[in-house]
């Protein structure tokens, strides 16, 4: 068994080029429930926590850079976030519960690649670009073309998120954020719902809507976004936003929930966020 | 220590943490729960397992002093740091978790007592960081403790003894 603890990026990118068949952990919330059998069979892990370079957040310009290894609990107190993207700290107050928050990383929660990921519809209604590190170095990645499928992202063997960052919002932006689950905290999302957008003169000039447990992958939801554009955000653009939402997206019935419900929880959702919109 | 190697066959090796104050090196596979190690290995069974997977707060632990669930944590991210249960949390003889504890019987704070010692250390947690939290605090604090007895309103009156059930700020 190997269980390393780089102390650098540096480090963290020579391990890897070594073997990149190192499994990244942070916070393990989403790896720790496999159970201990599974557990013992894991070989060789590498721990982002002890990584700076992965932790916290800082102005870049144009936007907020948040390290992937910081944890929700983090996010929730972090007063550039908080002012930023209240969105984004909506949502880590919901990934779980306190202790879940404490440990669970914005980074975890991206390359766990789960459809139901809290905070994952907020990045992509953000725009937000992921950074990532391997042998070749840096690169970026839109995080729109992240997800390729199922749980399946576009990481190459060896590389790790390092970080993200989240474009700055021209003024007037509206963030909201709604996840419906079992229980108000500590259960997975049955839907998961965010947008950002912006009135201008009486009318949608901005829209971008997003989903998570709604189909394989979290999805904008492009067709409604385009169908009421340029509409005053009043109850026919909400309800033309709403009832398209519900038909673009490909949810299953799962233990959780049923495609049903989740169509209809969707089209409500968000019809009242686009209301929302008039602040 | 930077890095921890062992040999592949026997998947063990030592950590050392902080165990409620005391020094302590624990044997095991890396990835072992802490959760296993704490009660199993140190014979602390005031934490308890609930779920064993996250959902219900029950194996709730201090990891420098951050309220997080044991069964998530494995042993290997122990190393260097402090581990307090709630044996050591719920023995200290005063301060504001003590006072809530000595009404916790009389309020209905426990019924079956399975969620009791996770509650407990969220609780430190809390009372730690704000002596006089309001219900919406409390509430948010223990949103990750599950309990399907009481209700949650003997708990809280525990802690808000000068609250009646409808009130909402300390």
Not at chain 2, 97 to 104: H, K, Q, S, V
Request: with cysteine; charged share 25%; proline share 6%.
């Amino acid at each position: 068994m190997i269980a390393l603890r780089p102390r650098s990026l540096d480090e963290m990118v020579r391990h890897l080029e070594g073997d990149p068949g190192l499994i990244p952990v942070a916070g393990c919330t989403d790896l720790m429930v496999r159970g201990p059998e599974a557990l013992h069979r894991i070989d060789k892990v590498i721990d982002l926590l002890g990584i700076p370079e992965l932790r916290g957040s800082r102005a870049v310009d144009g936007g907020l850079e948040i390290g992937a290894a910081t944890t929700f609990t983090e996010i929730r107190s972090s007063a550039a976030v908080r002012a930023a993207f209240p969105a984004l700290v909506e949502a880590a107050g919901q990934v779980g519960g306190w202790q879940i928050q404490n440990r669970a990383t914005l980074g975890g929660n991206i390359a766990n690649a789960s459809p139901a990921g809290d905070s994952l519809p907020v990045l992509l209604a953000l725009d937000a670009v992921v950074v990532v590190a391997g042998r070749k170095g840096q690169r970026e990645i839109p995080y729109a073309e992240f997800h390729t499928g199922y749980r399946k992202t576009a990481l190459e063997p060896g590389e790790i998120i390092v970080r993200v960052r989240l474009p700055h919002l021209p003024a007037g932006s509206i963030q909201s954020f709604r996840k419906v689950g079992t229980r108000e905290a500590q259960a997975i999302s049955k839907v998961v719902v965010a947008l950002v957008g912006r009135v201008d003169s009486g009318r949608i000039a901005e829209l971008r809507l997003a989903a998570g447990s709604v189909a394989p992958v979290p999805v904008r939801l492009r067709a409604a976004e385009e169908a009421v554009r340029g509409l005053p955000p009043e109850a026919e653009a909400a309800n033309r936003a709403g009832s398209i939402a519900a038909q673009e997206v490909q949810p299953i019935d799962d233990v959780r929930s049923t495609a049903e419900y989740r169509r209809y929880v969707l089209e409500r959702v968000v019809r009242r966020m686009v209301l929302g919109l008039v602040g | 220590m930077a890095e921890v190697e062992s040999d592949r066959g026997g998947c063990r090796m030592t950590t050392s943490f902080l165990l409620n104050g005391q020094s302590i090196e624990a044997e095991g596979h890396p990835m072992e729960r802490l959760l296993d190690v704490v009660r199993e290995q140190l014979g602390l069974t005031g934490t308890k397992e609930g779920c064993g997977e996250g959902e219900c707060g029950a194996c709730t632990v201090l990891l420098d002093g951050e309220p997080v669930l044991s069964c998530l944590v494995p042993l290997f991210q122990c190393e260097g740091r402090r581990v307090e249960t709630v044996e050591a949390l719920a023995g200290r003889p005063d301060g504001p978790l003590r006072e809530t504890l000595e009404r916790f019987v009389a309020t209905g704070g426990v019924q079956c007592g399975a969620c009791t010692p996770g509650i407990v250390v969220t609780l430190a947690a809390l009372l730690e960081r704000n002596a006089t939290p309001s219900r919406e605090e409390a509430r948010e604090a223990l949103a990750g403790n599950l309990c399907r007895c009481t209700g949650y309103e003997g708990i809280l009156r525990a802690l808000l003894p000068a609250l009646g059930p409808e009130d909402s700020k300390a």
